[in-house]
């Protein structure tokens, strides 16, 4: 019943907090209506989840956040180093990452994170999701960044989305 | 102190929106033209923001936050198009 | 005070990486890396101001979350929009001073 009408829990939630911080307000009005988009946005879209997302191991999934909360600040202060400092210097590099996610999320998920952080654009996953195309603004050694990938965003997201 | 926090803001994000408007008419590639009015809206909402800070005033919030939606779509239906040659597949 | 030190002290430093995104964006020398500096640096400066302006309106009328919308927006929607962009680019096969990945791994989806 519940797995009926509530398929995707986390979403409603987040659509029921996204409208009341709109609507700026904890009326018992906004909260029932932004109750009833919650239930029937997920349900609308249902056809646009391909496979379902089972989160394991909370506490993991918050460390990571936390991690990749403070390499954006340290990659920002190294982006800003390298737009600030001699370009001509500057090593930029295409870099393959061999992946072993499968979960299409975990995949979008780690190439978001890679985006995000130190020195990194991920471009282009391939047709199969097995490499994304990571290109970087200064790498002295690729083989160290695709492992430090692997190793730092990579295998949090396997125990998370242990499927 | 606050005064000159927004002053110097105000400065910075308007220096920001001239670079990128001068990237959006050097080019040389359409991804190079895309990506400076991706910028140029970003930082329009900074701006907004600031404007809204430095006035004591939250109306301008959803104008802020429909530029952000609206200039993501934006972005994402002229990226598609360069990459593919269509926007809906 | 401490109030205004922390609204300036976000806004001095969101206004800082606005401006470095947009450095970055007119100076670096091929498209590749001249996405690096809007999706990173700019992102995180909207980011900034967003705090400010949240930590001021809390201060002066009470809670005013709504502004975490657009931060956590922008930070979910740039790695989409950059994606998209160096996905074009390489299918455009845009110049690169590092090698661009053959033809066949590349842009296509």
């Known amino acids: 019943m519940t797995r009926r009408w509530l398929p995707h829990p986390v979403t409603s939630c987040v659509l029921l907090v996204a409208w009341l911080l709109l609507n700026r307000s904890v009326d018992a009005g906004h909260v029932l209506l932004g109750a009833l988009l919650a239930v029937v946005i997920p349900l609308a879209v249902r056809r646009f989840f391909q496979r379902p997302v089972r989160l394991r191991r909370p506490r993991a999934a918050v460390r990571l956040a936390l991690v990749v909360l403070w390499d954006i600040v340290l990659a920002n202060v190294s982006v800003a180093r390298l737009v600030l400092g001699p370009s001509a210097r500057l090593r930029p590099a295409f870099v393959e990452v061999a992946l072993d996610v499968e979960h299409p999320v975990a995949v979008a998920l780690l190439a978001s994170i890679v985006t995000m952080t130190p020195g990194t654009v991920s471009c282009d996953p391939s047709r199969d999701r097995r490499r994304i195309l990571v290109h970087a603004l200064d790498v002295d050694d690729p083989d160290r960044l695709a492992r430090e990938i692997k190793s730092r965003y990579e295998r949090p997201l396997l125990e998370i989305f242990a499927c | 102190m606050l005064a000159f926090a927004i002053t110097v803001s105000f400065g910075a994000v308007g220096l920001a929106l001239l670079l990128a408007a001068w990237r959006l008419v050097r080019g040389p590639d359409l991804p190079d033209r895309i990506l400076a009015l991706d910028t140029l809206y970003i930082s329009a909402v900074a701006l907004i923001v600031l404007a809204g800070i430095a006035w004591r005033t939250q109306v301008y919030f959803e104008a802020a936050l429909l530029i952000a939606l609206m200039g993501f779509v934006g972005t994402v239906a002229l990226a598609l198009y360069v990459a593919r040659g269509d926007v809906m597949h | ?109």
């Open chain 3, 1 to 109: 005070m401490l109030l205004e030190i922390a609204v300036s002290f976000f806004l001095l430093v969101g206004a800082f990486f606005t401006l470095v995104g947009a450095i970055g964006l007119a100076r670096l020398p091929d498209f590749y890396m001249r996405l690096h500096g809007p999706t990173k640096a700019t992102t995180l400066g909207v980011g900034g101001t967003l705090t400010a302006s949240m930590i001021y309106f809390t201060a002066i009328e009470g809670t005013s979350l709504h502004e975490l919308l657009i931060t956590l927006f922008l930070f979910v929607t740039a790695p989409v929009s950059a994606n998209l962009l160096a996905r074009a680019a390489l299918r455009l096969r845009l110049r690169s001073r590092a090698p661009l990945p053959e033809a066949s791994s590349a842009g296509r989806d």
